[in-house]
């Protein structure tokens, strides 16, 4: 999770994807958009201060794995 601060004040979060690619939302709609982490800075958000990151394990990779099997699997059987 990348946190922006514009002043003083957080002003927006981003998050990371497990392939490295950054998304949160923006506006009023609560859709993801993908962007780099830079691409937010400037003006509206301010820049990144903070970047926290999770300790990966073999048994969160494992679970990932196994979602992503399900979702791909749900999606082939027209389940999505």
């Given at each position: ?22 998304v ?8 993801d ?7 937010l ?14 300790r990966?394990?073999?048994r969160?990779f ?9 979702v ?7 389940m999505?």
């Open positions: 999770v990348a946190i922006y601060v514009r002043g003083a004040r957080p002003s927006h979060a981003a998050r990371q994807l497990w392939r490295g690619s950054w949160s939302k923006i506006g009023k709609g609560n859709v958009i993908q962007h780099t982490i830079e691409g800075e400037g003006d509206l958000y301010g820049s990144v201060a903070q970047v926290m990151r999770r990966w394990t073999l969160n494992l679970a990932l794995l196994m979602l992503g099997l399900k791909k699997l749900l999606g082939l059987l027209g999505d």
